[in-house]
């Protein structure tokens, strides 16, 4: 099998508001489990009980992504700062 080897280079990241993003999506990963709790039940004897387990692990990673996108914007800002201090 050959290797393959790209055409042309890759676009940068898109960069915008990485934090509000993140916050809106672990928001509205709990806002589903929140809402889909009361009918436990029901998911249950369907089978598809995971899909409330599924919103809670969403809105669980969501607070870990929400730490690890702030720690990277103050990095980010702390890398900028000292660039433009020493230049």
Avoid: N
């Avoid at 004897?45 to 969501?62: E, F, N, S």
């Avoid at 702030?70 to 660039?83: L, Q, V, Y």
């Amino acid at each position: 099998m050959a290797k393959w080897t790209p055409k042309h280079e890759a676009p940068e990241p898109l960069e915008g508001p990485v934090v509000a993003t993140i916050t809106g999506g672990t928001i509205l990963w709990f806002a589903l489990f929140v809402v889909q709790v009361p009918f436990y039940g029901w998911f249950a004897d369907r089978g598809l009980d995971w899909w409330v387990w599924t919103c809670l692990a969403g809105g669980g990673l969501g607070l870990l992504g929400i730490w690890y996108v702030r720690k990277r914007d103050a990095a980010i800002r702390r890398a900028e700062a000292a660039s433009h201090g020493s230049g």
